[in-house]
């Protein structure tokens, strides 16, 4: 009976895999990117490694997975991203690990191990998918990706001026910055929160029965937390809530104050916003957030703070830092056109005859740095317009009768205008100097 159990399930399995894949679909919260949205996807992330490239950031990447403990411990257990959000797992050796659901706390962890805490200060940028269980809608997915900077070492607010400053920059030359507004807060030193955090818990207590039940949760484990809630009851509660800035210590003020001259000085426009306190534990003085009207709900494109007790958190020394990051996706959605970059120049072949000359000729010119397509069948009125479609400029026609001369033709797909030129076969300078000057006629 065992074996015949075991046996239908053998059979089954054979049989499903035969069977088209019933669940042939990418996975809820996830998304392929195909040319087109690759293509603003790409020239999200070009802007913003152009931008920060301006401030000397360098590039850098960590894992896309982690110990757990690499973000439980900055994030709080308490945090969303760590109690609701979090893609962890068992690995086949036991060790708990997750998928990144931001990259702060990474490239933090990899300054410590690194042992790169001698060569403060670092400045880096990454861009790279994260992941968070999330309830799925515009603008908000399970994998999406973001692009970050983050700056090491200082604790001067011009270093927080500095990374604003370049955000901004970097939503302007995406053209969205003017659709945006930046929210500033601080949420100042320990001794600051820890004043205001025993006012606020106070006011809160004697509300608790109405707190929506995150709020109830966080009154406990993360009062400030409170006060990002978007729930409307636990809003209208906060309305009469104290202000974190009425309980901002000397130094604290004093940062923000060091922040809002340079902006201001630099011409960077920004709103005070007393409510804006960050999703995440490690946060202190400086937070902010460049919001859009363009994107309903999911408005915040970008964001970021300072985070000064991280890396002592993490086990390593003290070492100030402050950053922000951004999403992708929301900003590409905001992006009108970015051009795919295809190739402008074909090669078609008008019979089988041709076929090794035009993959040896295809080769040569890229050689010579020109973009080739290469369509491998077809018949040539197909292939003509399959190219024009797809923005093709040039053909070189080659066929058996054409090599037999030594010769292509070069058409211009635009007027149809054709031309009869010499081949040589180990020498396409004269050809591909040709098609240089076809591509660059009006
Ligand atoms: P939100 O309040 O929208 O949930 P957050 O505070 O969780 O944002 P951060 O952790 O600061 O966001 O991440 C920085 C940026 O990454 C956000 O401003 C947003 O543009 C983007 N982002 C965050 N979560 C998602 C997601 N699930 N899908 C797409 N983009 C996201
Ligand atoms: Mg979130």
Redesign the pocket.
């Known amino acids: 009976c065992r074996i015949k159990s075991r046996r239908s399930g053998i059979n089954t399995n054979l049989k499903s895999r035969s069977k088209p894949m019933s669940r042939l679909q990418p996975v809820r919260g996830t998304a392929d990117l195909l040319p087109d949205s690759m293509a603003k996807h790409r020239l999200v992330i070009d802007a913003a490694r152009a931008a920060s490239a301006r401030y000397g950031f360098q590039e850098m990447a960590t894992p896309i997975f982690e110990f757990s403990e690499v973000f439980s411990r900055p994030l709080g257990e308490s945090s969303d991203?760590v109690t609701k959000e979090n893609y962890s797992f068992a690995d086949r050796g036991g060790e708990i690990l997750t998928l990144r659901p931001?990259n702060t706390a990474g490239v933090v962890r990899a300054m410590i191990s690194g042992g790169l805490t001698q060569s403060l200060p670092l400045k880096y940028f990454y861009a790279g998918p994260?992941f968070?269980y999330?309830r799925p809608q515009k603008?908000?997915?399970?994998q999406?990706h973001?692009v970050g900077i983050e700056y090491l070492g200082p604790n001067d607010a011009l270093a927080d001026a500095e990374i604003i400053a370049c955000g901004a920059r970097f939503l302007a030359s995406l053209g969205v910055l003017d659709d945006c507004e930046l929210h500033l807060n601080s949420l100042g030193d320990s001794n600051s929160r820890m004043a205001y955090r025993a006012a606020l818990i106070a006011y809160l207590e004697t509300f608790a029965d109405q707190l929506s039940d995150d709020s109830k949760t966080r009154l406990a484990v993360n009062p400030l937390r409170i006060l990002d809630s978007k729930d409307a009851g636990d809003c209208a509660i906060l309305q009469d809530a104290p202000r974190l800035q009425d309980y901002l210590n000397d130094v604290s003020k004093a940062h923000f104050a060091d922040l809002t001259a340079a902006l201001d000085g630099a011409g960077v426009a920004w709103v005070f916003d007393p409510l804006l306190v960050?999703?995440?534990d490690y946060y202190c003085h400086t937070a902010f957030?460049f919001v859009t009207t363009s994107l309903g709900a999911?408005g915040?494109?970008?964001?970021?703070g300072r985070y000064d007790g991280l890396a002592e958190m993490l086990g390593g020394p003290k070492v100030a830092g402050v950053g922000w990051?951004?999403?992708v996706?929301?900003l590409a959605m905001l992006v009108e056109t970015a051009s795919v970059n295809n190739p402008r120049v074909a090669i078609l072949t008008a019979d089988d005859g041709a076929r090794q000359a035009a993959f040896r000729l295809a080769e040569q010119l890229r050689d010579a740095g020109i973009d080739i397509d290469l369509p491998t069948s077809g018949a040539m009125g197909k292939k003509l317009k399959k190219a024009d479609k797809a923005g093709i400029r040039t053909a070189v026609i080659m066929g058996s009768d054409e090599l037999a001369k030594n010769t292509v033709q070069l058409r211009n797909l635009s007027d149809g205008r054709q031309q009869e030129l010499p081949l040589h076969p180990d020498d396409c300078s004269g050809l591909a100097a040709a098609i240089a000057k076809s591509l660059l006629a009006p």
């Open positions: 991203i931001e994260m968070r999330e603008g908000r997915m399970r999406f973001q960050r999703g995440l957030e999911q915040t494109v970008l964001g970021g990051a951004a999403g996706e929301r």
